[in-house]
């Protein structure tokens, strides 16, 4: 059973970011997240820069087979792209968002509940959903902890 915590909202700050946007099979994510983060942490060493944040995936759409992903790094101002790495930012506004722990493959609920806060608040969903993610796959599956943001109006 996924474990999360309390859904709530936030007034999120607009955050800068370095990112990849490519189309995907849910399948391939694994491996492409890893060469992603892989590459954006050999260019943040490159320009001396840290990450300002954890890393996250955008969803900005929910096709399994054609996933429309941008892989991302938060960082602590606007830094210059470089070939497939691009500059960007995630928004500011409000977001409803909740602490899940446990498997990727079990998120589906998760995402069916801040559905239900956001109906039943009155709410409509805008934008798109972002997954942050706190630590990797050197951690067992049930001890994976992931932010999950749903922007709203």
Do not use: W
């Given at each position: 059973?996924?474990?999360?915590?309390?859904?709530?909202?936030?007034?999120?700050?607009?955050?800068?970011?370095?990112?990849?946007?490519?189309?995907?099979?849910?399948?391939?994510?694994?491996?492409?997240?890893?060469?992603?983060?892989?590459?954006?942490?050999?260019?943040?060493?490159?320009?001396?820069?840290?990450?300002?944040?954890?890393?996250?995936?955008?969803?900005?759409?929910?096709?399994?087979?054609?996933?429309?992903?941008?892989?991302?790094?938060?960082?602590?101002?606007?830094?210059?792209?470089?070939?497939?790495?691009?500059?960007?930012?995630?928004?500011?506004?409000?977001?409803?968002?909740?602490?899940?722990?446990?498997?990727?493959?079990?998120?589906?609920?998760?995402?069916?509940?801040?559905?239900?806060?956001?109906?039943?608040?009155?709410?409509?969903?805008?934008?798109?959903?972002?997954?942050?993610?706190?630590?990797?796959?050197?951690?067992?599956?049930?001890?994976?902890?992931?932010m999950i943001v749903m922007p709203?109006?």
């Open positions: 059973m996924p474990r999360i915590s309390n859904i709530e909202m936030l007034q999120k700050m607009v955050q800068p970011t370095l990112f990849i946007r490519t189309i995907a099979k849910v399948q391939d994510l694994p491996v492409l997240i890893g060469q992603s983060y892989g590459k954006m942490a050999a260019y943040l060493q490159e320009v001396g820069e840290l990450l300002a944040d954890v890393p996250y995936v955008a969803y900005h759409n929910m096709d399994m087979q054609n996933l429309d992903v941008e892989i991302g790094f938060p960082v602590a101002r606007q830094l210059p792209g470089k070939d497939d790495i691009q500059s960007g930012s995630i928004p500011a506004g409000k977001v409803v968002f909740c602490m899940y722990r446990g498997a990727y493959s079990e998120m589906a609920p998760v995402y069916d509940e801040m559905a239900k806060f956001i109906a039943d608040h009155h709410l409509e969903p805008v934008g798109t959903a972002y997954e942050h993610y706190y630590n990797g796959p050197e951690f067992p599956v049930s001890d994976m902890l992931t709203v109006k």
